[in-house]
């Protein structure tokens, strides 16, 4: 079983905005990675949220969805919100960024193939030789993750653990492309 983990509680400082409801193709940014996930062979699909706009539309998909209350404490606080709402028999977590409009579920299913293959190593997708998301944890790790703090997520366990890090060339480059500035949101709008 491998849940996967929507990372959506941000503050999106450098957008000034809400970015996960800006649409490319007329459709939001986080909705665009709910329906990746949801297609998906992810066994259950979990959206950690601050705000009430993108809840409803977790909800329309029928996902969980979890409050983030200590979202001011950054990106760890996510992680074990997702974490401690997966079914406790989880073999993985994948966290997702909802950031990512070109994500699909063709990526996130080579992912979990990786991950069946060699289910001991953190998977980490590799676009156009740049790491990325989503990645992928084996619940050996749970304790590791869950002693996270502050704004720091799973990079941490990567940098420090190389040798458990399985990284795995996507050919789709789109796929990996995400969102952190208003450039960023008009160039991603500009290849479309």
Not at 110 to 136: C, E
Not at 165 to 191: F, P
């Amino acid at each position: 079983m491998i849940s996967g983990i929507i990372l959506a509680s941000g503050f999106s400082k450098r957008m000034e905005q809400e970015k996960l409801l800006l649409p490319v193709n007329g459709i939001a940014l986080v909705e665009r990675v709910i329906r990746a996930a949801r297609a998906s062979r992810l066994d259950e699909v979990i959206l950690i949220y601050q705000k009430e706009e993108i809840e409803k539309i977790g909800r329309k998909y029928g996902i969980t969805s979890v409050y983030n209350g200590r979202a001011e404490e950054g990106q760890s606080a996510a992680i074990k919100l997702g974490i401690n709402s997966a079914h406790p028999k989880t073999d993985a977590f994948m966290f997702m960024v909802g950031d990512q409009p070109f994500l699909n579920p063709a990526t996130i299913d080579i992912l979990i193939d990786t991950f069946q293959q060699d289910p001991h190593s953190i998977i980490v997708p590799v676009y156009n030789n740049t790491r990325g998301n989503p990645a992928l944890f084996p619940s050996s790790m749970k304790e590791l993750l869950l002693a996270l703090d502050g704004d720091r997520g799973g990079r941490v366990l990567i940098e420090k653990m190389p040798d458990r890090v399985n990284l795995v060339s996507i050919d789709e480059k789109m796929s990996g492309a995400d969102i952190d500035t208003e450039e960023d949101y008009r160039r991603i709008k500009g290849n479309n």
